[in-house]
């Protein structure tokens, strides 16, 4: 394959991961919320990877990106070359997923793909699974951060805030939109962020698999978000969050951008603007 050519589209469904199956460039990865649903069963192949590691881990915002050391031995424990095309996957919908996407996506490797609706998809479609943990063959990745626009601070949020054309998703409860809950020192929203939980992003009848595109880009129109925006989403830590990253990306939202920092950062600090 060329630089160019992906293997798979963003967006995949079961029977087009089967078919590729095998491919000696395809890496197939179960991030789970749950790390059981990995022994319970998971796509032949696949390797888990915990999702911890697509957090920093450490200091007063834990759900940071990690350092670029970090994501360099985490890329090479997994064994991602610059050929490889990572299909993601999880049990809960597509939160962990999106976050593994959005990581590739930040260090600049594009060739990846959503297994749309993650193991129930996969499970609905009566696909074979297997129980017996798979270990991934691990490289020499040297990851840097190349594509920095996927992400954004809380100081570059608030120097953008009320500008034309920017726009904030916030991904968690309304009942967290709203300041009724939470665990952060502040409670409340971004002014002028718009709230689409992450759940109501999934189809719940569907085996989890994303919602009806048109249905989704009328909604997120409703609520003043159009694909030619400057879109970032975020939630309490940038977990939902990878999942409406995600779903923009696949409505054409050419623009989206995700605040790692998320509420974790910005409700407890007293330097950002809140609104309930």
């Not at 609905?124 to 190349?146: C, D, K, V």
């Not at 100081?155 to 500008?163: D, M, N, S, V």
């Not at 909604?219 to 939630?235: N, Q, R, S």
Request: aromatic share 8%; net charge negative; with cysteine.
């Amino acid at each position: 394959m060329s630089s160019e050519d992906n293997l798979l589209s963003l967006i995949i469904e079961p029977e087009q991961l089967e078919a590729s199956l095998g491919h000696p460039d395809l890496l197939v990865i179960d991030v789970p919320a749950k790390a059981d649903s990995y022994l319970e069963g998971h796509v032949p192949g696949a390797v888990f990877l915990d999702h911890k590691h697509l957090l920093r881990g450490a200091g007063d915002v834990p759900n940071e990106t990690p350092s670029v050391e970090q994501l360099s031995a985490l890329f090479s424990s997994l064994g991602l070359t610059r050929d490889t095309h990572v299909v993601a996957y999880d049990d809960e919908g597509g939160g962990w997923a999106g976050r593994l996407l959005w990581t590739l996506e930040l260090i600049g490797h594009r060739r990846y793909s959503y297994l749309n609706g993650g193991i129930h998809a996969w499970r609905q479609a009566g696909r074979a699974g297997e129980t017996m943990p798979n270990e991934p063959t691990p490289s020499h990745y040297e990851a840097e951060i190349l594509t920095p626009e996927v992400s954004i601070d809380a100081e570059a949020i608030k120097e953008r805030l009320g500008y034309k054309g920017f726009a904030i998703w916030d991904a968690r409860s309304r009942a967290e939109y709203d300041g009724e809950k939470g665990q952060n020192r502040h409670l409340g929203h971004i002014p002028g962020a718009v709230n689409l939980d992450w759940l109501g992003v999934m189809d719940h009848d569907n085996a989890l698999r994303l919602r009806d595109y048109a249905e989704l880009v009328t909604e997120l129109e409703a609520l003043g978000l159009t694909p030619d925006m400057e879109v970032v989403t975020h939630c309490q830590s940038h977990h939902r969050s990878g999942l409406t990253w995600l779903a923009g990306r696949a409505l054409g939202f050419t623009k989206m951008r995700a605040y790692p920092g998320s509420w974790k950062d910005w409700g407890n600090r007293d330097d950002t603007p809140i609104e309930h």
